[in-house]
């Protein structure tokens, strides 16, 4: 089956350095999508990015991830941590719309910590 | 904009017990609804899945018998623990889908449910 794995744990990083969270997948689908969730505490998650374009990079809120296929891999980037940033990441994958499955694969989250 | 609301936020049952949860869709007509739970220390599984004019797909290692799901329209969804015990504890997370973002999923902040 799907699996996603990200960066284990928690990250700590001080305000203003870049952000990187790993997340590489697998699946038996050559098209599936790619997810960034944020999920801040008694919040419900909140999309931050998509994409099922390879090598395309998408944008939104100052992070960025671009779905390499060749990889395996939709690392998520920033260039500057804001302490705002703080938070529990999520990557998912989701098969693509002809499998018909409509399920989410989640990796297990990061804690992203920005102190200042 | 697309909202979802779970109900309740946190509840607390006796073992072997059962506990109702709601999931709302504001805003939009939810074409699927799926529920996920997130048991300590582990990241958010995949229960169900229930699609307009489809019956309800569970997964592996979850039944109806355990967990009957009701989806009477486009903007409402329930499920039922039934006879819980602690190993169904952790937070419940609604996913759900629209028509016109079929590929994304909006979820609501999840009811966490604790078994004593």
């Known amino acids: 089956g799907d699996s996603v794995t990200q960066t284990e744990g928690l990250v700590t990083l001080t305000e203003g350095l870049p952000v990187m969270l790993n997340c590489t997948y697998q699946t038996i689908y050559s098209n599936p999508f790619l997810f960034w969730y944020v999920h801040y505490l008694n919040e419900s998650p909140r999309l931050l990015l998509k994409?099922?374009?390879?090598?395309k990079r998408t944008e939104h809120q100052g992070f960025h991830a671009t779905l390499h296929k060749s990889s395996s891999s939709f690392h998520l980037q920033k260039s500057s941590a804001q302490l705002s940033d703080s938070a529990l990441y999520y990557c998912?994958?989701?098969?693509?719309?002809?499998?018909?499955?409509?399920?989410?694969?989640f990796g297990h989250g990061t804690i992203l910590r920005v102190h200042p | 904009g697309a909202l979802v609301y779970q109900y309740p936020r946190r509840t607390i049952c006796k073992s072997g017990t059962s506990m109702r949860m709601e999931c709302q869709a504001v805003g939009f007509q939810a074409t699927s609804v799926a529920w996920y739970r997130q048991s300590p220390q582990k990241t958010f599984e995949l229960i169900a899945l229930s699609t307009v004019n489809s019956a309800i797909k569970y997964e592996q290692n979850f039944t109806q018998e355990k967990f009957p799901i009701s989806h009477p329209n486009l903007s409402f969804s329930s499920m039922t623990v039934l006879n819980a015990y602690l190993e169904d504890r952790g937070l419940y997370l609604c996913g759900a889908r629209f028509r016109d973002r079929p590929y994304e999923q909006y979820f609501g902040p999840g009811t966490r449910l604790t078994v004593l």
């Open positions: 998912a994958l989701s098969d693509p719309p002809g499998a018909n499955t409509g399920k989410l694969t």
């Open positions: 994409s099922s374009t390879d090598n």
